[in-house]
């Protein structure tokens, strides 16, 4: 059910957008432009919501596919970024205001993706509230999940908890690798005692 929630809404809000090209943006550096290469190695723009992993795994806001003329009209306003004004914890979701001029003005991004666009202030604000808590929600979850799991396995808290936040695979964690371990020939091997 929450699927199909998202999925309405990211195709509610794909219908107020322009048909122009559309770019790939980073919310933080709007003169940044992100494009994938095809078999052939030409340039292709990747498709409207796709999503980029952040460097925890998960889906930060921070790249974003917008209408080349909103970008245009952003810059010519004199900004830089993305005017942001809201974000929940952790970025997963956050809520941005393209502009006056900009056809769906209110954008709201959840993990990497347009999830809303809309010029009415009142309703983009309840849907970004029930939006980051949902993410939120489900974020909380999981790590107690992947905690519970890990806890399970026999792990300390310690181990645990750096498993349920995707510091380290639950079989990494129960089966630590030794090969990163520098070896000699001879018989000193105080570089294995090294902690770290």
């Given at each position: 059910m929450h699927t199909q929630n998202v999925n309405v809404a990211a195709s509610e809000?794909?219908?107020?957008?322009?048909n122009g090209p559309k770019i790939c943006?980073?919310?933080?550096?709007?003169?940044?432009?992100?494009?994938?290469?095809?078999?052939?190695?030409?340039?292709?723009?990747?498709?409207?919501?796709?999503?980029?992993?952040?460097r925890n795994g998960s889906y930060g806001v921070?790249?974003?596919?917008?209408?080349?003329?909103?970008v245009i009209a952003l810059m010519a306003a004199g900004h830089t970024a993305l005017p942001c004004l809201a974000s929940s914890?952790?970025?997963?979701?956050?809520?941005?205001?393209?502009?006056e001029k900009a056809a769906g003005r209110y954008l709201?991004?959840?993990?990497?993706?347009?999830?809303?666009?809309?010029?009415?202030?009142?309703?983009?604000?309840r849907k970004y509230i029930r939006r980051a808590s949902e993410v939120r929600s489900e974020e909380?979850?999981?790590?107690?999940?992947?905690f519970d799991a890990a806890m399970a396995a026999g792990l300390d808290l310690y181990k645990a908890s750096d498993?349920?936040?995707g510091i380290i695979s639950l079989e990494n964690a129960l089966n630590p690798a030794t090969e990163n371990q520098a070896t000699t020939d001879t018989a000193d091997t105080t570089l294995n005692e090294i902690p770290f």
């Open positions: 809000s794909s219908k107020t957008w322009g943006v980073s919310a933080n550096d709007l003169r940044t432009r992100w494009h994938t290469t095809n078999a052939d190695g030409k340039t292709v723009t990747p498709s409207e919501g796709k999503h980029y992993p952040a921070d790249a974003l596919l917008l209408d080349e003329t909103d914890g952790g970025g997963m979701t956050a809520l941005y205001d393209l502009g709201i991004a959840s993990r990497g993706q347009i999830f809303y666009r809309t010029d009415s202030w009142q309703e983009v604000r909380v979850q999981k790590f107690l999940d992947n498993v349920a936040r």
